[in-house]
C-alpha cells in the first residue's frame, strides 16, 4: 500500500499560518480515494479537521477550521495539503493524513495513515 508521510508541521503564534503536506510514494493512489486529515491533542480522541476526494473536490471541513483551513491535493505528485490560517491555541495537535475509500469523516473507517507532524499554536 502507498506509504503516507507529513510535512510542513512546526511551532507558530497565534493568528499565524501553516502549509502541512502528505505525499504518498511506493504505489499508486486510486482515483476513487478519499483523502483526509485528522489531528490528536494529547489527552483527547483523534478528530476529523478535513478530507477531499482524490479526483477532486467534495471537501467537507469541521465547523471548528471551517473558513481558516483550506484541503487541496496534487495528482502529481501523490501530495494532499492543508493550509491553515488563523490558527488558534486550541488547533495544536498531532496531524495525521490518511486514505481511504468510504467517504466518511469516521477515522475509524480509514486504514491507511501517516505517522503525523506536530503543529503548536502558542499564544
Known amino acids: 500500500q502507498v506509504q503516507l508521510v507529513e510535512s510542513g508541521g512546526g511551532s507558530v503564534q497565534d493568528g499565524g499560518s501553516l502549509r502541512l503536506s502528505c505525499t504518498g510514494s511506493g504505489g499508486r493512489i486510486l482515483s476513487s480515494s478519499i483523502m483526509a486529515w485528522f489531528r490528536q491533542a494529547e489527552g483527547k480522541e483523534r478528530e476529523f479537521v478535513a478530507l477531499?476526494?482524490?479526483?477532486?473536490?467534495?471537501?467537507i471541513y469541521a465547523d471548528s477550521v471551517k473558513g481558516r483551513f483550506i484541503i487541496s491535493r496534487d495528482n502529481s505528485p501523490n501530495t494532499m495539503h492543508l493550509q491553515m490560517f488563523n490558527l488558534k491555541r486550541e488547533d495544536t495537535a498531532v496531524y495525521y493524513c490518511?486514505?481511504?475509500?468510504?467517504?466518511?469523516?469516521?477515522?475509524?473507517?480509514?486504514?491507511?495513515w501517516g505517522q503525523g507532524t506536530q503543529v503548536t499554536v502558542a499564544s
Open positions: 490518511a486514505v481511504g475509500s468510504e467517504y466518511t469523516t469516521n477515522h475509524k473507517a480509514y486504514r491507511n
Open positions: 477531499i476526494r482524490w479526483r477532486g473536490g467534495s471537501e
